[in-house]
């Protein structure tokens, strides 16, 4: 039987108040994301995005830390941090937002929740934006308090999930519309629940703000989902690059600025309000960018997992850009890719040649995302 015990890097990497029950559960590899361990296998990856995609799955996204800031001048400090205009974002609702740096890049691209009228989270991915909200606020001026707290959120995710939801909190949580959240207890256990996950999929992240009932949480919903066919899981990679969806340190980072990824529309220059970056992304914006996200269908046999190093993509022998996320998945009977190419090979159509570990393959352009482009089976 495997144990808890036969994985570990170190004290410095933490553990997640859902670990020992994972292991229980069949997880059989760990990765490390925001200094803490998160599950990558539960036997087949290939099952794992059927399960997903079929039925029901939890994952273990402990690892999105929350940055949470408070005080009088709360909603001031947080739009300054991000692109996005947040004027009208309205108590219990959470958006997708970036943070930006001076330069106009990409330091992380967290969900926002916003709990109270000066109350927030970001829900992070993986950086260290705690520390950059900290160094921030120092000379900032403003009353706020910036701290991690004592939450750790879990995915459900897949269509089944309203069953489940269903079963755990009542006939009411079905009310709960896509990008918003509410708080809820379980047995007594206080939760914050919200219509998200990283799956592109129906489904609802569940933040457990008491780490000493993680492992009685997690049975609860496995319990409850049993009738409806729920797995333990990890996230898709397979179901993500379908969605596009991005994954720092992959597919964005410290030297990606929003117009290169096509997020326009997270970025508003015309609000009135000061954000870090403004002034570098409406620079961006006016001379363009040298390079943009496409996606790539890839030729030739089943890849046989993600790719683990960026893949060099070239055009009549010339280097014009590189993979960031490649994958095959079972659904399209594709080999599908996340690429940053140069703008002027950008085209949709366009022909390129992609040196994979796994040999050389040549890959055609298309538009991104490669399923569900409108998100209706999230929204739904």
Known sequence: MTTAQNFGFGT???????????????ATAFSVYNHMYIPRDFGNPEQNFWNLINDAILCDVAVE?????TGP?????????????????????CKYVLITNAEGCIL????????????????????????????????SGLDVTIREPDVSPL????????????????DSIMDLKYYWLRRVELDGIPLV?????????????????????GDVLWEKIMAAGKPFGLKPGHTSSIRRIEGGMLSYHADADINTNPYELGLDRLVNLDSGADFIGKAAL????????????????????????????????????????????????????????????????????????VATGQGTRTATIVERPFYDPKKTLAAS
């Open 108 to 139: 992380n691209d967290p969900i926002l929740l916003r709990l109270e009228e000066n109350h927030f989270w970001l829900s992070l991915a993986d950086s260290d934006i705690l520390l950059w909200a900290q160094g921030v606020a120092v000379h």
């Open 193 to 213: 629940v919200s219509r998200t996950g990283w799956s592109s999929e129906l489904g609802y992240e569940i933040y457990l703000q008491d780490s000493a009932h």
């Open 282 to 353: 409406r620079k961006i914006k006016e001379t363009g960018v040298s390079r943009k996200q496409v996606g790539l269908v890839m030729d030739g046999a089943p890849l046989t997992g993600p790719n683990t190093t960026f893949w060099a993509i070239t055009k009549d022998g010339a280097a014009i850009g590189k993979v960031t996320s490649a994958i095959h998945s079972p659904r399209l009977k594709q080999n599908i890719a996340l690429a940053l190419v140069a703008v002027e090979h950008a085209e949709t159509g366009a022909k390129v040649v």
């Open 12 to 26: 410095q990497i933490r553990k997640s108040p859902y670990f020992d029950a994972t292991v229980r559960w069949g």
């Open 65 to 69: 830390r929350q940055v949470e800031i």
């Open 155 to 170: 995915q459900l995710q897949g269509p089944k999930t309203g069953q489940v939801m269903r079963a755990l909190f009542g």
């Open 73 to 93: 001048d709360a909603a001031r400090f947080v739009q300054m941090l991000t692109p996005r205009d947040l004027s009208k974002l309205a108590v219990g609702q």
